[in-house]
């Protein structure tokens, strides 16, 4: 068991959000967005328990900023009314339980319009628009698996996207949301562009490095248009791409501190996933160990990846990164925070519980 004097515990000051600690829910889709793409009883009680838990920050799912940008049918969506009243009794149940709402934007790109995990066939099955899906944007024709073969984003697709990512974040912000973390890895579009493999334009979206990021730093720029100065902004990213010709931590260094000048205040680190091929590490804190290689990029640090045992909170914090996300473990607890805190539970769980100490 961890002591309570772990730096892990301790608050994190972001902009003017004061976080708790630094143990956050990691964003964990949960494909059972009502049919209009609002939040459902499900949400309310799956975020609620894990802010009872004593999360810092809870981070809702990868949440689509239009109905294109959607991984399935059943995601969350902010791009309507009706949903950000739906997310407000997230954000409400979430503060009230100590924890910060945050929320993840997401901009699925080629990996969109695919069955729920539980469907027989899974992510990697495409939903036909004769299905209720719809036809992908990438910036290049390349599809992921057995996906759809997106279409070629042209510039007018580009700015309805800024467009809609910028309108995402005012929502996000109306609908009492801390915490921004824009969905930039796991082979959605902003990673798509960045990557080589994926990204095979020859206008300015594409080319080297320099020209390859130019769409994913207008996506910053969107959120950041936005959403108010004084509330954080997170880029989630993957570290690398595992994979031979993918993008390398050298390149991903310079995304990182060009992010720094962009108004992002933290990086959540991943790795791989853009390709079915590349490589899946399994070890704990795979990518909590990329960390130390980002900070001279200047901004906070964060990662998820096998952190399931207190120990491993020690480990990251503040050695590796800033803050750890947990997500399996959390799907497994929901109080798997205040557990591994292993502090007393009169004053570390809620008062509501201590009868069963
Ligand atoms: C059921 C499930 C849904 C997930 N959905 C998302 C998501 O919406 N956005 C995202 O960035 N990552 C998503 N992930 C990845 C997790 O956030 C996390 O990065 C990953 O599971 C590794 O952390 P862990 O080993 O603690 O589970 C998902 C993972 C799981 C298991």
Redesign the pocket.
């Known amino acids: 068991m961890l002591s309570t004097s772990s730096p892990v515990w301790t608050a994190l000051q972001l902009r003017e959000v004061l976080v708790p600690n630094r143990v956050w829910l990691?964003?964990?889709?949960?494909y059972s967005a009502d049919p209009s793409g609002a939040p459902t009883d499900w949400h309310l009680a799956h975020y609620g328990s894990r802010a009872a838990g004593g999360v810092g920050v809870v981070?809702i799912?990868?949440t689509a900023v239009a109905p294109d940008m959607r991984?399935t049918i059943s995601d969350l969506g902010i791009y309507r009314d009706e949903q950000v009243r739906g997310h407000r009794r997230l954000t409400a149940a979430i503060t009230a339980m100590g924890s910060v709402p945050g929320i993840?934007l997401?901009v699925a790109g080629r990996k969109s319009s695919h069955g729920v995990?539980w469907d027989n066939a899974g992510t990697r099955h495409p939903v036909l628009p004769a299905d209720g899906g719809w036809q992908p944007l990438a910036p290049s024709p390349i599809p992921f698996a057995d996906l759809a073969v997106p279409t070629e984003m042209a510039a007018q697709d580009g700015t309805r996207v800024l467009e809609d990512v910028e309108q995402a974040a005012r929502n996000a912000d109306r609908a009492g949301y801390q915490v921004i973390?824009l969905?930039g890895?796991?082979g959605y579009l902003f990673h798509e562009f960045l990557s080589p493999l994926t990204n095979h334009r020859t206008d300015e979206w594409g080319g080297d490095l320099e020209r390859r990021m130019r769409f994913p730093l207008e996506m910053v720029n969107a959120v950041r248009a936005g959403w108010p100065e004084d509330k954080p902004v997170i880029v989630?990213l993957p570290a690398e791409d595992l994979l031979e010709g993918g993008l390398t931590t050298d390149d991903m260094a310079v995304v990182a501190s060009r992010l720094a000048g962009e108004g992002v205040d933290m990086i959540?680190l991943?790795s791989g996933a853009l390709v079915p091929e590349a490589s899946r590490p399994a070890t704990p804190l795979h990518?909590a160990r990329y960390g130390p290689r980002f900070r001279a990029a200047g901004l906070l640090t964060a990662a998820?990846?096998?952190?399931?045992q207190p120990e491993h909170l020690d480990e990251a914090v503040p050695d590796l990164v800033d803050v750890v996300?947990?997500?399996?473990?959390?799907?497994r607890d929901p109080y798997w925070a205040l557990r591994a805190r292993g502090a007393d539970p009169l004053e570390s769980w809620p008062k509501q519980y201590h009868r069963a100490f």
């Open positions: 990691s964003p964990m889709c949960q981070m799912e990868c991984t993840q997401g995990p973390e969905h890895a796991n989630r959540d991943l990518n998820s990846g096998q952190i399931s996300l947990v997500g399996r473990a959390l799907l």
